[in-house]
Nanobody, 127 residues
Framework: VQLQASGGGLVQAGGSLRLSCAASGRTFSSLGMGWFRQAPGKEREFVSAITGSGGSTKYADSVKGRFTISRDNAKNTVYLQMNSLKPEDTAVYYC?????????????????????WGQGTEVTVSS
């Protein structure tokens, strides 16, 4: 499976960006999709996830109400709409995926759940 993320950039605080991640190599609906981010000097952290059908989503508390994850299974693409961006959202954002069905015990927040990782796309929010 290959994951190709795009859409990062420089934006002012309060602005919006939409990240995209195109997947290939496996039936897209058999992949749960997620986004993590890593800020300079910090560990990688969970941002959001969506199940293979798109019927369930999860968000980190820090982005809840501002970010929206969605997917288009016809286009093999997952999106992360980021609104009301803050300087603390500055990070490299990584697209990731897990195989469905999932029989492991890791939660959405745990990187061990995820089988595939894309390259990051950098988001910089200026104050």
């Amino acid at each position: 499976v290959q994951l190709q993320a795009s859409g990062g950039g420089l934006v002012q605080a309060g602005g919006s960006l939409r990240l995209s991640c195109a997947a290939s190599g496996r039936t897209f609906s058999s992949l749960g999709m997620g986004w993590f981010r890593q800020a300079p000097g910090k560990e990688r952290e969970f941002v959001s996830a969506i199940t293979g059908s798109g019927g369930s989503t999860k968000y980190a508390d820090s982005v809840k109400g501002r970010f929206t994850i969605s997917r288009d299974n016809a286009k093999n693409t997952v999106y992360l709409q980021m609104n009301s961006l803050k300087p603390e959202d500055t990070a490299v954002y990584y697209c990731t995926a897990w195989r469905v069905p999932y029989y492991g015990g890791s939660s959405y927040y745990d990187q061990k759940k995820y089988d595939y990782w894309g390259q990051g796309t950098e988001v910089t929010v200026s104050s």
